[in-house]
């Protein structure tokens, strides 16, 4: 496996082995960020958008290989917010159930301030918040990113040459 291929070219195609293999490296340096943005200083989450384009050049080939555009990436974008937003909210009482009440209060101040209101009080809240639901916050990524890996994979592969490469695998191969 081509690691630069496989995580900064969107172009060409990727079978489900080097797919799974590209995101497993990514999910792994998502945590290690994770991880930093906890311990060492929140700042550390912005390098979590460079990751953005290595994600897209994964599930680009991914798709690519399916025959698909990789437009569909939005999808799986919106599959992982709305599947992280999801998993934070169920997560969140069980895994850190001690910032329950300084979520509420937040919560509060939105409907009493409004949404910029809120935002402010997230923004002074910010570091406590990170420490507070690091588990939640991990797990979460950690589940959301295993059921795009599950699509991702399960995503069937052209078996003859398409517009973005020839095929991945010979057909009799397993």
């Known amino acids: 496996m081509d690691i630069s291929h496989v995580l900064l070219n969107p172009k060409g195609r990727i079978g489900p082995r080097d797919f799974l293999r590209g995101l497993i ?14 311990v060492a200083s929140i700042g550390a989450a912005i390098l979590q ?16 290989d399916a025959g698909q555009t990789a437009w569909f990436n939005l999808l799986f974008l919106f599959g992982f917010v709305v599947a992280s937003s999801i998993l934070n909210a169920v997560l969140l009482p069980v895994l ?5 009440p300084l979520m509420t209060q937040i919560q509060e101040i939105g409907l ?11 923004q002074e809240h910010a570091l406590q918040i990170a420490k ?6 991990l797990a979460s990524f950690l589940l959301a990113s295993a059921g795009l890996a599950l699509v991702g994979a399960r995503l069937p592969s052209d078996p003859d040459a398409n517009a973005h490469g020839p095929a991945t695998r010979r057909p009799d191969a397993l």
Request: hydrophobic share 50%; proline share 4%; with cysteine.
């Open 49 to 64: 958008y460079p990751m953005l384009w290595a994600y897209f050049c994964v599930f680009a080939k991914r798709l690519h």
């Open 112 to 122: 009493k301030d409004g949404f910029g209101g809120m935002l402010q009080a997230q």
């Open 132 to 137: 507070g639901t690091a588990l939640t916050t």
């Open 25 to 38: 490296l990514l999910t792994g340096a998502g945590t290690v960020i994770q991880v930093l943005t906890v």
């Open 96 to 100: 850190s159930p001690d910032m329950m």
